[in-house]
């Protein structure tokens, strides 16, 4: 920890007081590369380093409401997630399973207990602080998509970036690069009317990791898509926490979608019911399957 830090928020402690350049800031494109997200999940502090936990829940609460008609979302969650890790959060509906993705992802405040990411005290920060953890350390995949329906997928993209202050050469560069990433050269104009379901995700995803991101959150990022396109989904989120490292969370009711997973928590009752390591996830089975393709085409040549 740097001197001067605040104790109860850690290393990031700095990183989120500082305020972030306005959009179209002319200065914001010359930015060190001190001043720009860690990348990856990339140690923030001292702690982080030395191997605890990217992210530490412990006895968290949230409780919407008051008295005889308080609902108990969370009732004591204690939850690890290591960096590089791919974790899909199951569970019936009205288990808690999106309310701890939303705390997780500085979406709301818990009621109680103790929220760590990379040794800060979550629970401690404002809610600017929070909010520039959410835009510098956190992409998000949702099921409905959420692509501005008159926008260009380009655009759509650009979004985050616009958000941190990027120039607008850098917002095309960047934007480009993640669409590429993900399939989608030559359908960078393309509004989402003029785009299939599975594009459309891709679009998401390519927004989401477009600044670079610690943790992808998905909340059910399969859900409105049919099976094909829901392998072509998962099969991209692999490759993106296999080949980038970047930490995956998922919320899926889906076991053929959670078992891509290296990691499978269950949640019920507001409460973590069970907590395994997935060995065989399916993944590893497509990556070998494609080495075995790649093995008998080399061959035949």
């Not at 008295?67 to 791919?86: E, M, Y």
């Not at 109680?112 to 510098?136: H, I, K, S, T, W």
């Not at 992409?139 to 985050?160: C, D, H, K, M, Y």
Request: charged share 25%; aromatic share 4%; proline share 5%.
């Amino acid at each position: 920890m740097k001197p001067g830090d605040d104790p109860a928020q850690g290393g990031l402690t700095a990183d989120l007081i500082m305020p972030e350049r306005p959009a179209g800031d002319p200065s914001a494109a010359d930015r060190s590369a001190t001043d720009r997200p860690a990348p990856q999940g990339s140690a923030a502090s001292g702690a982080a380093q030395a191997g605890s936990p990217l992210i530490r829940l412990r006895g968290i609460r949230k409780i919407y409401g008051e008295g005889a008609t308080a609902l108990h979302a969370l009732r004591g969650v204690d939850l690890d997630i290591d960096r590089g890790d791919f974790v899909a959060i199951m569970g019936p509906s009205g288990s808690g399973k999106s309310t701890a993705m939303n705390l997780i992802g500085c979406l709301d405040r818990p009621s109680g207990g103790q929220y760590e990411f990379l040794g800060a005290r979550v629970e401690a920060l404002d809610r600017d602080q929070r909010a520039r953890l959410r835009r510098r350390y956190f992409g998000f995949i949702f099921q409905g998509f959420n692509l501005l329906a008159r926008t260009s997928a380009q655009e759509n993209v650009e979004l985050p970036l616009l958000y941190r202050g990027e120039s607008r050469a850098e917002r095309h560069r960047l934007a480009a690069r993640a669409l590429a990433s993900v399939g989608l050269t030559g359908w960078e104009h393309h509004t989402p009317a003029e785009l299939s379901g599975g594009q459309q995700q891709r679009v998401a995803i390519a927004r989401a990791i477009v600044t670079e991101p610690a943790v992808l959150l998905a909340d059910e990022p399969t859900g409105n898509l049919d099976t094909h396109r829901s392998r072509e989904i998962m099969e991209l989120l692999w490759r993106l926490n296999a080949d980038r490292g970047i930490t995956v969370l998922m919320v899926t009711h889906e076991p053929e979608m959670a078992a891509w997973a290296r990691r499978i928590v269950h949640f019920v009752d507001g409460m973590v019911d069970s907590d395994r390591r997935n060995e065989q996830p399916t993944g590893l089975a497509a990556d070998a399957q494609a080495a075995a393709a790649k093995t008998n085409e080399l061959e035949g040549a």
